[in-house]
């Protein structure tokens, strides 16, 4: 999929301008139509509600794209090196100390936890 500043486009090529906000998930939500849809060759691959796809975009999207970018570089892979032995301690804290379950609310509140 291609995004322009109002636009989605889809693989098969269909435009849609058909959008709104969910300002409590931070994203814009497209909607592709029924009948577009309905009698695309790609819809097998695509969707399979009825009433048309429906592609929502995070408001930090662009900072996965940067992110991925960034690690194709040389740089960047070689600091995806040193990602397994952070997963590790990340490992340890999480099944050993029980930080995969957290005991309340907010991330003060965790980061105590973690303390
Ligand atoms: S099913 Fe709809 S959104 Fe998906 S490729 Fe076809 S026209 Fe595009």
Redesign the pocket.
């Known amino acids: 999929m291609t995004r322009s500043k109002k636009t989605l486009t889809?693989?098969?090529g269909?435009v849609t301008e058909d959008t709104y906000r969910s300002e409590t998930a931070h994203t814009t939500i497209y909607r592709?139509l029924e009948e577009?849809?309905n009698c695309?060759v790609?819809?097998n691959k695509?969707?399979n509600r009825q009433k048309?796809?429906t592609v929502s975009i995070n408001d930090n999207y662009h900072l996965i794209l940067k992110a991925k970018e960034y690690l194709s570089t040389d740089e960047g892979k070689a600091e995806l090196k040193l990602r397994p032995s952070v997963e590790r301690v990340n490992g340890v804290l999480k099944n050993r100390f029980g930080l995969g379950v957290t005991k309340s609310w907010g991330a003060n509140k965790y980061k105590m936890q973690v303390y």
């Open positions: 889809c693989p098969a269909v592709f577009k849809c695309c790609l819809k695509c969707t048309g796809r």
